[in-house]
């Protein structure tokens, strides 16, 4: 048996109750899906042709970078609840992914001088 398994095995002996432990993680899952639901909401409510025309090309392309974490985050969750570990399926590598293009966005809006940037409207 596995180092993780016995503990768990422990931790239910210990307790006498691995319901109220599953029962504690479905309101953890509750709450972070709520949460997620309701920032995706606001993303959602955003007119795409608005956002062309109010937004530089760095926001949006962090904006696109939130909607496609968003939606990797989402299916990882699907996973977990399928009992699939999302760590091991390609959705982590997506998740990496987006995370490092969150950090070059930040990156190229740190590094445009902000004189340069007022004047190509790069920068708000």
Known sequence: MGDGRKKKKRAVEEDGDEEGDAGEQIARFEKVFEKLEGNLAKLMEIDAEELEQKCNPIERAQYNVVLAKAINVLYAMYLK?????????????????????WKVCIALKDFIPPKLARATNLLS
């Open 81 to 101: 609840t399928q009992g699939v570990d999302p760590d091991k399926h390609p959705v982590a590598k997506e998740l990496v992914r987006t995370q490092t293009i």
